[in-house]
C-alpha cells in the first residue's frame, strides 16, 4: 500500500475541561474520497481546525505524507498541498468572482514587488498564466459566466463553488470541504454531487467531506469509506452500506436523520 497522504494518530484536542477531540486515528490514501459525519458538535470541524493547525492539538500527531506537520503553521500547511472550505463561506464579498479567484491564486506570489512594479516579461507571464488559470478554475465550477458579478451578489450554492475554487487555487493535494451542501435544495445537491465527482475524478486530489446531508455523502463516498464521529471519538467507520447498516451509527445520528435530504 502507499504512503497515506494523511495520517491522524491519536489525535487530542482540550478546550479547557471539554475533550472535543479525542484520539482520532485515521488514514486517507493519496486520491481518496471520504466522508466524516456526525452530530452537532461532535469535532468534525474542530478535525479540520487541527489539521490545518488553526487550533493546536493537545496530543497526538499529523502526518502528511508521511510528515509530521503538527508544528507547522497554517499558511506553510497550505503550501504543502493542504486546502480547505468553510462552514462558514469565506470570500471577499465586495470583490469580483474573477477577484476572488486571482487573490487566492497571489497568495502564493512566484515574483517580487518590485518585478511586478517595473512589469519585466518574467511578471507579465506570471499575470497571463495567473489570469487563464483563474479562468480554468471558474469553468471547473461553473463560474465562468459570472465573472464580473460581486461575490456578495451570488447566490448561496454558487459562492460555495466560488469557495471551492479557491481552495483549488492553491493546487492541493488533499482538499479539506467543510459542509459544501450546506442550505442546498434537492436539485443543487444534485448539482453538486456531479460537480465534486467531476473535481476528484479530473484533478485526483485527496478530499475529506463533512457533510449533513446523507445522501450527498452516500453518494460520492460509495466505493470508498466513511467515519463517522460522535463526541468527539471514532463511532464507527465503513462503506455507506455498512454505515447506515450500524445500530451505533443509527442511535447516535443516522436515527435523528432519516428525513434529511
Ligand atoms: N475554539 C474553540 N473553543 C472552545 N470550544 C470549541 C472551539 N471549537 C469548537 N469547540 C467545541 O468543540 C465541540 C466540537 O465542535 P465542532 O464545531 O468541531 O463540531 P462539529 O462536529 O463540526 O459540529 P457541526 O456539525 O454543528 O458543525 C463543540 O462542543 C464546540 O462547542
Not at 461532535?42 to 506537520?69: C, P
Not at 516579461?121 to 471547473?140: D, G, N, V, W, Y
Request: hydrophobic share 40%; with cysteine; net charge neutral.
Amino acid at each position: 500500500m502507499s504512503t497515506a497522504i494523511l495520517s491522524l494518530r491519536d489525535l487530542t484536542v482540550d478546550f479547557g475541561g471539554v475533550r472535543a477531540v479525542n484520539q482520532v486515528t485515521l488514514d486517507i490514501q493519496p486520491g481518496e474520497l471520504v466522508g466524516l459525519i456526525g452530530p452537532n458538535g461532535a469535532g468534525k470541524t474542530t478535525v479540520f481546525n487541527l489539521i490545518t493547525n488553526s487550533i493546536q492539538a493537545t496530543s497526538g500527531d499529523i502526518l502528511f505524507q508521511g510528515k509530521s506537520i503538527r508544528n507547522k503553521m497554517p499558511d506553510a500547511i497550505c503550501r504543502m498541498g493542504i486546502s480547505r472550505t468553510f462552514q462558514n463561506i469565506r470570500l471577499f464579498p465586495q470583490m469580483s468572482v474573477y477577484e476572488n479567484v486571482e487573490l487566492a491564486l497571489h497568495n502564493a506570489p512566484r515574483y517580487s514587488i518590485l518585478e511586478a512594479f517595473v512589469r519585466t516579461p518574467r511578471a507579465s507571464r506570471i499575470e497571463k498564466e495567473t489570469r487563464q488559470r483563474a479562468f480554468e478554475l471558474l469553468e471547473m465550477v461553473s463560474l465562468k459566466d459570472y465573472v464580473h458579478e460581486k461575490a456578495a451578489n451570488l447566490p448561496y450554492g454558487l459562492q460555495r463553488r466560488l469557495e471551492m475554487a479557491r481552495a483549488m487555487a492553491a493546487n492541493p493535494s488533499l482538499l479539506l470541504l467543510d459542509e459544501p451542501a450546506a442550505g442546498m435544495n434537492e436539485d443543487e445537491c444534485n448539482d453538486l454531487i456531479k460537480l465534486i465527482r467531476q473535481i476528484h475524478t479530473q484533478m485526483g486530489y485527496a478530499i475529506i467531506m463533512i457533510e449533513h446531508h446523507m445522501n450527498v455523502v452516500m453518494d460520492l463516498c460509495a466505493g470508498s469509506r466513511i467515519y463517522v464521529l460522535n463526541l468527539g471519538s471514532i463511532l464507527a467507520v465503513g462503506s455507506p452500506a455498512e454505515i447506515q447498516s450500524n445500530p451505533d451509527v443509527i442511535k447516535a445520528y443516522l436515527g435523528e436523520r432519516r428525513n434529511v435530504r
